[in-house]
C-alpha cells in the first residue's frame, strides 16, 4: 500500500540554523502537501505542490517536489523559536492523502 | 474562509458505550472529508473517507461496523465510535475537502478518553 516516509524523525536545532525534513513515497503523487502541528494542536495547511520540479517560497519556507513526484523537501532558513512543531507531508493520489511520518523540530534559543 | 469545526473537543466515556463525533465545513461545501486517527506523538493515520450521500472508504484493518460514518450533508459529517473500549482513546481529527483547490483543512480534532 502506499507509504510515505520522511526523514529525519526528531531534529533539534539551535535558534538561527537552518533545517530541512524530506519525504519519499513509494509511489508517483498526484501531489504534495505539506502542514504544521504544533504541540496539542491540529495540522495546519502549508502549502501544495503539484508539478514536477516544482518549487516554492514561504518567507524563509523553501518546499520542493521531485522531478519523479516521488519526493519532496521543506528547508527552513535561520530558525525561529516559532517554527517549533511536527511537520508532515502529505501525499496525494487521486482524491485521498497519506501522511507522512512526520519530522518533529526542536529549535533552542 | 476554510473553517473546519469539530465537536466534542474532548470527551470522556465508559467502555461499552458508543461516541458520536461531528464535523462541519463552515464555510464552503465539502463533498469529500476524512477521518484520521493519530496517537502521541505519531502521524496521522487515516481511516475513512466520507462521501456526501454514499457510503464512506474505509482503510483497510478499520472495521467500518466500529466506526460508523455518516456524511449526510455538503457540510456534515459525523464519526460513531460503537461500543467504546479503552483501546479506541485517541485523538481524532476530521478534514474537508476544498474541491476547487485539491486542499483539505483540518477541523481542531476530537479527544477520546474510554475508562
Known amino acids: 500500500g502506499q507509504q510515505v516516509m520522511q526523514i529525519p524523525q526528531y531534529q533539534h536545532v539551535q535558534e538561527g540554523e537552518d533545517f530541512t525534513t524530506y519525504c519519499n513515497s513509494s509511489t508517483t503523487l498526484s501531489n504534495i502537501q505539506w502542514y504544521k502541528q504544533r504541540p496539542g494542536g491540529h495540522p495546519v495547511f502549508l502549502i501544495q505542490?503539484?508539478?514536477?520540479?516544482e518549487v516554492k517560497k514561504q518567507k524563509r519556507l523553501t518546499f520542493q517536489f521531485g522531478e519523479a513526484k516521488k519526493n519532496s523537501s521543506l528547508h527552513i532558513t535561520a530558525t525561529q523559536t516559532t517554527d517549533v512543531g511536527t511537520y508532515f507531508c502529505a501525499g496525494g493520489t487521486g482524491n485521498q492523502f497519506y501522511f507522512g511520518t512526520g519530522t518533529s523540530l526542536t529549535v533552542i534559543p | 474562509g476554510a473553517v473546519v469545526s469539530q465537536h466534542p473537543s474532548r470527551v470522556i466515556c465508559k467502555s461499552g458505550t458508543s461516541v458520536k463525533i461531528e464535523c462541519r465545513s463552515l464555510d464552503f461545501q465539502a463533498t469529500t472529508m476524512f477521518w484520521y486517527r493519530q496517537f502521541p506523538k505519531q502521524s496521522l493515520m487515516l481511516m475513512a473517507t466520507?462521501?456526501?450521500?454514499?457510503?464512506?472508504?474505509?482503510e483497510q484493518g478499520v472495521e467500518k461496523d466500529k466506526f460508523l460514518i455518516n456524511h449526510a450533508s455538503l457540510t456534515l459529517s459525523t464519526l460513531t465510535v460503537t461500543s467504546a473500549h479503552p483501546e479506541d482513546s485517541s485523538f481524532y481529527i476530521c478534514s474537508a475537502l476544498w474541491g476547487g483547490k485539491e486542499t483539505q483543512y483540518f477541523g481542531p480534532g476530537t479527544r477520546l478518553l474510554v475508562l
Open positions: 505542490l503539484v508539478k514536477s520540479g
Open positions: 466520507s462521501n456526501e450521500g454514499s457510503k464512506a472508504t474505509y
